[in-house]
């Protein structure tokens, strides 16, 4: 449960995203040469240029270079993956048919298999943002969980044969949702001790979850189905204009999100699931995956080893770029990479010259992680570590920048690579 000062600060985040909406986003989808021909079922990023995707056949593909260009890893193994995460850039795990599990510690230039316990299929993979011990995974009729980095795994709760769990979300090193067939969403936080049972309207087969944070996340199904949570536990339907089946869904804040499904079906929001505008898409394979940057920057991956990249905007941060007097300009620069190279390793903001800011960071799954009074861009600026000076991992981060006495507020993200 979270505290009341949690909640609001939270609650706060979120008024402060609606009140900076974007437009709907603009993709320029490019069809990238994957180097198979498999069906591509799950991708994980850990920053904006480095990933991986899973498929059938024992496939791994990972990139460098934002999706342009894909290696194909040697997995040692022939039965079809279906889920894969990272915690970090070498850090790794997938799941398959069978029960394999796989795991790496090189970033995938070597995978070891390691022993489920179980022979049932399994399709989804999360580890804790916190602690790359804490992993749970999910499958038919099972529920898995490891708290030493999956050298060992347990079997948790108790599902009937019929029930087959597609998806599961770790949030932190306690709690966890996943979803699967006839509506079965269930919710966790004591580490799976004890699993609750939350009642969807509709008894459809739900095949992802992806949760912002504790309180707000989405799942989406057969049919066009798509449920939205604001308060960690009370789903509600919003209206796809499609019964094509959603397979997967992926944010970059609470308002703005995009959903892939069956036959080049591709749905984005960006008032929080109010509206679901329907994107064409150069395809009309099943799209099984998406991870959405920003609003132009997104990788979907599909039936037939298809990935398709829409690039974007190259981020940049540099001091030496001419300043925009525009306020709203004040995250123009949207990237961090503290190496101590001497370029961009500090977050450099478009200020001026305001001595009493508030600037606060929060992670994805909206804890604040960070907070700086009187940001200034040179003594006072953020260099990538957390309120104790630890560095933080690689990934998208948000924050909320204020000017007190002249009533101004900024919601903007920024994305941190080592």
């Not at 966790?188 to 699993?195: A, H, I, L, M, Y």
Request: aromatic share 12%; net charge negative.
């Amino acid at each position: 449960m979270f505290l009341l000062n949690e909640f609001l600060m939270r609650t706060f985040v979120f008024f402060c995203l609606l009140l900076t909406c974007r437009s709907y986003a603009q993709f320029s989808w490019h069809l990238q040469n994957s180097g198979v021909t498999v069906h591509l079922n799950s991708t994980c990023f850990t920053s904006k240029t480095v990933g991986w995707v899973a498929g059938d056949q024992g496939a791994i593909l990972h990139t460098t270079d934002a999706g342009m260009n894909w290696i194909l890893q040697n997995s040692n193994e022939i039965n079809d993956l279906n889920g894969i995460t990272f915690f970090d850039n070498t850090t790794g795990w997938c799941v398959g048919d069978n029960g394999v599990i796989l795991k790496t510690h090189d970033g995938g230039t070597s995978w070891q298999a390691l022993s489920s316990g179980v022979t049932n299929n399994l399709y989804s993979i999360s580890c804790s943002y916190l602690d790359p011990n804490i992993l749970w995974a999910c499958g038919d009729a099972t529920i898995l969980f490891s708290s030493d980095g999956g050298s060992s795994w347990t079997q948790q709760f108790n599902l009937p044969n019929s029930v087959v769990l597609y998806s599961i979300e770790a949030l932190n090193s306690n709690e966890a949702w996943t979803v699967g067939e006839q509506g079965v969403a269930l919710h966790t936080v004591d580490s799976g001790v004890n699993w609750v049972i939350h009642t969807t309207l509709f008894a459809d087969d739900y095949f992802d979850v992806n949760m912002f944070n504790g309180s707000y996340g989405w799942m989406v199904g057969d049919n066009g189905k798509i449920n939205n949570t604001v308060d960690g536990g009370t789903w509600l339907p919003q209206t796809s204009n499609t019964t094509e089946h959603m397979h997967a869904i992926s944010f970059y804040d609470t308002l703005n999100a995009v959903i892939v499904g069956h036959n080049g079906t591709l749905l984005q929001t960006s008032d929080g699931g109010f509206n679901w505008n329907i994107q064409s898409f150069p395809s009309p394979e099943n799209l099984n995956d998406v991870i959405f940057f920003d609003d132009s920057t997104a990788v979907v991956v599909a039936d037939n080893g298809k990935i398709y990249r829409s690039p974007g905007n190259v981020p940049q941060n540099s001091p030496d770029t001419t300043a925009i007097d525009d306020r709203n300009q004040i995250g123009d620069y949207n990237l961090i990479t503290p190496n101590g190279d001497g370029r961009n390793d500090l977050l450099y903001l478009n200020l001026k010259n305001e001595p009493e800011n508030i600037f606060i960071l929060y992670n994805r799954l909206g804890v604040e992680v960070h907070r700086i009074i009187n940001y200034d861009n040179n003594l006072v600026v953020w260099d990538g570590t957390d309120k104790n000076g630890r560095p933080l991992c690689s990934s998208t981060y948000f924050y909320v920048f204020k000017i007190p006495e002249i009533g101004f507020v900024k919601s903007d993200w920024v994305e941190l690579i080592r």
